[in-house]
C-alpha cells in the first residue's frame, strides 16, 4: 500500500506539540500551526497575517530582532531563548529553532513553550540562596552578605549591628498544634522581621525559629536599641483569627556590634548567640534596653 507523505505533512504540523512559524521578510506571519493556540492562546486563523513582532514581549524586543537578523543573514539559531505574550497578558518563555529559506524568503520557526522550565530553573536558583519555607535569605547567602558588609564598613570607617533573635518556647507551638501550625507561625514571624528592615538589610532564617538581622550603617547605639525595641512590639503582635487563639511567642534577640564586638563573622555571629541565650536566661522586663556593644555613638 502506498502511503502519500506529502499528503500527510500537513496534519503531522498540526499534530506537533510545539508550534510552527512561516514568517515573511516583513515580520508577517504567513503560517501558523495549530499549537499556537496552546502556545499563545490566538488561532492560527487570528495569528496568520499580523506581525509577529506584535506578539513579542516588549523588553526582549530588541534582542529578538537581532536574532530575527542573523537568521536573515543565513546563520540558523537553534536555542535561542525569548519571551512572548500569551493573549491572557501572561508572559511564555519560547525557546526558538530557526532558520531562513532564501527560496521562499521567509523564516521558518519552531517554537517550543519552556516557561514552566524556566520557573523551575528560577526557583532552583532562588533556593540555593533562601529558605524554603520563609524564602529569606538562608544562612550561606547571610554569611557571604555580612562579609561583604564588613569589608564595606572597614573601608568607610562605618558601623553596623547583627541581631540573633531566637524565638521563646517555640517548640510548644510544635508539640501542642502540629508541625504544620508552627510552620505557618514561622512565616508570619519571618514576614514580620523582614517589615522591620531597610531595603539595604538582611534578614535571615538560620535554621529552626533562630533568624538574623544585618543592620548596615548604623549611627548609635540608641539607633539599634530603638530597632529592637521596635522589633520586639511587631513580633509580640496577635496572630490573626485563623490561628485560633494560639499566641505569637515573644522573642529573645542578642546584639552583636562592628567592631567593638568583633571584626569578622564568626566572632560578632558567636557574640551575638552568645548575648541572646543571656537575655532568654536573664528574661527581662518590658522597657529593658538590650545589652549594646560599644564603639558606636550614643
Known amino acids: 500500500m502506498h502511503v502519500d507523505l506529502r499528503a500527510l505533512y500537513p496534519k503531522?504540523?498540526?499534530l506537533m506539540l510545539d508550534t510552527v512559524f512561516v514568517v515573511d521578510e516583513n515580520d508577517r506571519i504567513v503560517f501558523v500551526s495549530d499549537g499556537c493556540q496552546s502556545l499563545l492562546g490566538h488561532s492560527a486563523d487570528e495569528m496568520i497575517g499580523t506581525l509577529i513582532t506584535g506578539y513579542m514581549h516588549p523588553d526582549d524586543l530588541a534582542d529578538t530582532r537581532a536574532s530575527i537578523q542573523r537568521v536573515m543573514n543565513g546563520q540558523p539559531h537553534i536555542d535561542y531563548r525569548n519571551r512572548y505574550l500569551h493573549k491572557d497578558g501572561s508572559s511564555v518563555h519560547i525557546l526558538w529553532s530557526a532558520r531562513w529559506v532564501e527560496?521562499?524568503?521567509?523564516?521558518?520557526?519552531?517554537?517550543r513553550n519552556v516557561t514552566a522550565l524556566m520557573e523551575a530553573e528560577a526557583e532552583l536558583r532562588f533556593l540555593a540562596h533562601h529558605d524554603p519555607l520563609t524564602r529569606l535569605t538562608n544562612r550561606s547567602l547571610f554569611?557571604?552578605?555580612?562579609?561583604?558588609?564588613?569589608?564595606?564598613?572597614?573601608?568607610?570607617?562605618?558601623?553596623?549591628?547583627?541581631?540573633?533573635?531566637?524565638?521563646?518556647?517555640?517548640?510548644?507551638?510544635?508539640?501542642?498544634?502540629?508541625?504544620?501550625?508552627?510552620d505557618r507561625v514561622l512565616c508570619v514571624a519571618a514576614r514580620r522581621l523582614a517589615g522591620c528592615v531597610r531595603?539595604?538589610?538582611?534578614?535571615?532564617?538560620?535554621?529552626?525559629?533562630?533568624?538574623?538581622?544585618?543592620?548596615?550603617?548604623?549611627?548609635?547605639?540608641?539607633?539599634?536599641?530603638?530597632?529592637?525595641?521596635?522589633?520586639?512590639?511587631?513580633?509580640?503582635?496577635?496572630?490573626?483569627?485563623e490561628f485560633d487563639g494560639?499566641?505569637?511567642p515573644s522573642c529573645s534577640i542578642g546584639v552583636a556590634?562592628?567592631?567593638?564586638?568583633?571584626?569578622d563573622a564568626d566572632t560578632l555571629l558567636n557574640h551575638?548567640?552568645?548575648?541572646?541565650?543571656?537575655?532568654?536566661?536573664r528574661r527581662p522586663i518590658a522597657g529593658d534596653k538590650p545589652a549594646l556593644g560599644g564603639g558606636i555613638p550614643a
Open 12 to 14: 503531522l504540523i498540526h
Open 103 to 111: 527560496e521562499e524568503r521567509a523564516r521558518i520557526g519552531v517554537a
Open 143 to 182: 554569611y557571604d552578605r555580612l562579609a561583604s558588609e564588613l569589608k564595606a564598613a572597614h573601608r568607610n570607617r562605618s558601623h553596623l549591628a547583627l541581631l540573633f533573635v531566637d524565638m521563646d518556647k517555640f517548640k510548644n507551638i510544635n508539640d501542642i498544634h502540629g508541625h504544620a501550625i508552627g
Open 199 to 241: 531595603e539595604t538589610d538582611t534578614v535571615a532564617r538560620m535554621g529552626g525559629d533562630e533568624f538574623t538581622v544585618l543592620l548596615t550603617n548604623i549611627q548609635s547605639v540608641d539607633a539599634i536599641a530603638a530597632k529592637v525595641e521596635w522589633i520586639h512590639k511587631v513580633m509580640n503582635e496577635p496572630l490573626g483569627t
Open 246 to 248: 494560639i499566641q505569637m
Open 257 to 263: 556590634c562592628y567592631p567593638a564586638d568583633g571584626e
Open 272 to 281: 551575638a548567640d552568645t548575648n541572646m541565650y543571656r537575655v532568654k536566661r
